[in-house]
Every structure is written in structure tokens, then in C-alpha cells.
């Protein structure tokens, strides 16, 4: 069976301190995909990051990255220099043998000015 | 605007009754998701339609019954209500699995 676990319920920040979101995945299969979601106060969910199993290269976009280490089965996201808007509900995903996609329980960030 | 139309935005209903909500996938995306969201649940996985057979199913409640039509766009049938339905209701789709997901804006939906 496949399962996100991401143990960080809520984190509370103030604006320009480093944040990072903790995902751990579950799966026996070795081909699968991991995902980040941002879903803000308006309610969409918004992609962030795709990676499949086989890239574990890091990877840096603005004042986001992430993390990815199989060895310990996470999948790690770190926004820098976090900002007001960055508040928002974060969703680590596992996707599996191309069937349906999981979600974790989501992490709250809160940044306060 | 991810190209993901979801209807209607709201609905409000009784205990007992039926409601279809409604997904209009992006144009050319084969797959179909619904995906329940909860404030106590988180997001969970529902079932997943890829161009018109089911190809994945989760906690989907008996009373809930979904299908893909010919022209892609897929309707999520919930029967029964209980209070417990209240929730926010996601279809997401995409071009083939394993990729990533474009959301539509969500059915509030709530049972009184």
C-alpha cells in the first residue's frame, strides 16, 4: 500500500525566516511519483513540483527546493526567505504505477508579517 | 485558470437527497479524478477515470458513483446524504497518469 505521511500539522513563521515542509512516502514500487501542492486561502490547488523515482537530483526554483532522498523515502520542500503570500496549506503527493494519485494530510504555514 | 471547470461552485441540500457535480476536464486530458476534501479528512482520494473506464478507486462511499462520458467530461453522483458528505469537492485531470494534476475550483458542498 502506498501512504504520505507529512507529520508537520501546522508551522507558524515570521516573514523572511527559512521553512521547511517534511513529506515521507510509503511504497514498494520502484517506479513512482512525487508531487508538491500549494493550496492557498482561495481554495485551488496550485502544482508546484513533479519527480519521479529515478531523479533524485535537488532542484531549485526561486526561493523554493526540494529535498528528495530515497534512502530515507522523503521528499523535502524548503521555501526561503518565506513571504506573506506563501501562506497557504502545502500537499506532498505520491503517485503510483500510473493510477491514482495520494495526498498527504497537508502541512498549515502561516507567515506573519 | 487550470482549465478544469467544475459545477455547480455550491450546493446546499437536505439529509437523504441525491446530487451530481459535474467536471469538465482540460481539453485533450484523458484522465479524471474526484478527490474529497475534508477539514478532519484532508484530500482523499476518490476514484479516477482515464477516457471513460475506471481505473482507480479509493475510499469511495457506496452511495457515491461516478462515470466518464464519451466526450471526457465526468459526473460525480452522491446518494443518500448524511451531514458527514459536507465537504469540498475537487475533479482534477490530466494528460495521461503519473503526471501532474490540474484542479478545478472545487463543489462546496453542504448537507443540512
Known amino acids: 500500500a502506498q501512504k504520505v505521511t507529512q507529520a508537520q500539522t501546522e508551522i507558524s513563521v515570521v516573514e523572511k525566516e527559512d521553512v521547511t515542509l517534511d513529506c515521507v512516502y510509503e511504497?514498494?514500487?520502484?517506479?513512482?511519483?512525487l508531487f508538491w501542492y500549494k493550496q492557498p486561502p482561495s481554495g485551488e490547488l496550485v502544482f508546484l513540483i513533479r519527480r519521479n523515482s529515478f531523479d533524485e537530483q535537488n532542484e531549485i526554483s526561486g526561493r523554493y527546493s526540494w529535498n528528495f532522498q530515497k534512502s530515507t523515502s522523503s521528499f523535502n520542500f524548503t521555501i526561503t526567505a518565506s513571504q506573506v503570500v506563501d501562506s497557504a496549506v502545502y500537499f506532498c503527493?505520491?503517485?503510483?504505477?500510473?493510477?491514482?494519485?495520494?495526498f498527504g494530510a497537508g502541512t498549515r504555514l502561516f507567515v506573519k508579517a | 485558470d487550470s482549465g478544469v471547470t467544475q459545477t455547480p461552485k455550491h450546493l446546499i441540500t437536505a439529509t437523504g437527497q441525491r446530487v451530481t457535480l459535474r467536471c469538465s476536464p482540460r481539453?485533450?486530458?484523458?484522465?479524471v479524478y474526484w478527490y474529497q476534501q475534508s477539514l478532519d479528512q484532508g484530500l482523499q482520494f476518490l476514484i479516477q477515470?482515464?477516457?471513460?473506464?475506471?481505473?482507480a478507486k479509493g475510499n469511495i462511499l457506496e452511495r457515491f458513483s461516478a462515470q466518464q462520458f464519451p466526450d471526457l467530461h465526468s459526473e460525480l453522483n452522491l446518494s443518500s446524504l448524511e451531514l458527514g458528505d459536507s465537504a469540498l469537492y475537487f475533479c482534477?485531470?490530466?494528460?495521461?497518469?503519473?503526471?501532474?494534476?490540474?484542479f478545478g475550483s472545487g463543489t462546496q458542498l453542504s448537507v443540512l
Open positions: 482534477a485531470s490530466s494528460p495521461q497518469t503519473g503526471t501532474k494534476l490540474f
Open positions: 503527493a505520491l503517485s503510483v504505477g500510473g493510477f491514482k494519485t495520494i
Open positions: 477515470y482515464y477516457n471513460g473506464e475506471e481505473r
Open positions: 481539453s485533450g486530458d484523458l484522465s
Open positions: 511504497t514498494r514500487d520502484t517506479t513512482y511519483y
